[in-house]
Nanobody, 126 residues
Framework: QVQLVESGGGLVRPGDSVTLSCEAS????????IGWFRQAPGKEREFVSV????????RYADSVKDRFLISRDNAKNIVYLQMNNLKLEDTAVYYC???????????????????WGQGTRVTVSP
């Protein structure tokens, strides 16, 4: 079992950058696929990005591709989500989650991840 804690959210302006962190505890972290999801007000939680256990393979939702960058440091048990050129529609609570399967294709859903953090809020406002 992996325990996850997100941090790094806050209030930012359009065009700003912010990096979220997902700190994990538990011996299985290095072998876990880690994903980021977000839930905007009044909307369902949606997939944002995922990294394989090594960090060598990553995937992104079309809405964040070329703006967000996921990375991980297994020595520190941390996964990062660097978010650049933030837009109003990026406002959401961001969650990291741990799973076991990395897929090269096909959609990721919440059912692919068994452990979740409590979330960190990112508000993009002029």
């Amino acid at each position: 079992q992996v325990q996850l804690v997100e941090s790094g959210g806050g209030l930012v302006r359009p065009g700003d950058s912010v990096t979220l962190s997902c700190e994990a505890s538990g011996r299985d972290f290095s072998f876990s696929v880690i994903g980021w999801f977000r839930q905007a007000p009044g909307k369902e939680r949606e997939f944002v990005s995922v990294t394989s256990w090594s960090g060598e393979m990553t995937r992104y939702a079309d809405s964040v591709k070329d703006r967000f960058l996921i990375s991980r440091d297994n020595a520190k048990n941390i996964v990062y989500l660097q978010m650049n050129n933030l837009k109003l529609e990026d406002t959401a609570v961001y969650y990291c989650a741990a799973g076991t399967t990395y897929r090269l294709s096909g959609d990721y859903g919440e059912e692919d991840f068994g452990s979740w953090g409590q979330g960190t809020r990112v508000t993009v406002s002029p």
